[in-house]
């Protein structure tokens, strides 16, 4: 198991609610392929943005009532679904929105040069789901909310540093600048490989913290939600703390060793969430 934003979406999840698996599938479907547009194939930059444009004008269809899609548009089987369940669910738009906004922004950034930068991607890329999860469990308080935020950015940045390797044949960093500065890291350490030294083993312990500390912060946000439910979000937290382990344990060499979760690791996983 590799902790990825979209891969470790709960889509017709056994432990996921039979009533709730059509809406979930609807939700995976819209972000998996506008974030393949973002990231997949070998369209350009221009290309990518102006299928992402018309992702935006058809949720803005949704929006005001009236998708109006012809029936052999591509975008027709993501968002007819997409928009009986946003109906049927009382989905908020906005979290729609964001993911695309994130979606353009990878395709036009590769640097973040400080924590604020980054932590407002997560934002827009990883916290609309945990929230428009809430609003199909009818869970919506302002701490619930917060909780998932916390666990959705936690995952992503879990994610962020188990694929330094993989971000960088993309071109992209997602270590802020700032960070890479402090300790002392250039980008040619990463090009290089260089996972011995002192500084990149501090740094990434830095990051590795970091993520941690917001997978615990929103790990109460299990115990609140009901069964099923509750118990799935504990696994996927802590799948997410587990990555971070192997990280830790492999001296955060993710360029030869990216970390994945065996069969000892998802029974100590289903120990802790039963826990």
Known sequence: MAVDHYENFP???????????????????????????????????????????????????IHTGRLTLAPDDPRTPVFEPLSRSIGQYSLPIQPFFDLISAF????????????????DYCRRSANPVGRLMLHLYQRT?????????????GLQLTNFWQDVAIDWQKERIYIPQEKLDRYGVTEG???????????????????????????????????RLPGRIGFELK????????????????HYDMFFHRPTLHKSDWILLFWRALR
């Open 11 to 61: 889509v017709a999840s056994l432990l996921l609610p039979r009533r709730l698996r059509t809406p979930v599938r609807d939700i995976y479907r819209y972000a998996r392929s506008a974030d393949d547009i973002a990231d997949e194939g070998f369209a350009s930059v221009e290309q990518r943005l102006e299928q992402l444009a018309g992702y935006r004008a058809a949720l803005q269809q």
């Open 104 to 119: 353009e922004q990878d395709i036009t950034t590769t640097r973040y040069t400080d924590d604020a930068e980054l932590l």
């Open 189 to 223: 350490d990463i090009a290089g490989q260089r996972h011995t030294s002192s500084a990149w083993r501090k740094l990434m312990q830095a990051q590795g913290q970091q993520a941690r500390e917001l997978l615990n912060a929103g790990l109460p946000l299990t115990k």
């Open 235 to 250: 696994l996927v937290v802590h799948g997410g703390l587990r990555i971070l382990d192997r990280l830790d344990q492999l």
């Open 141 to 153: 308080s302002p701490q619930d909310l917060s909780d998932a935020d916390a666990i959705c950015t």
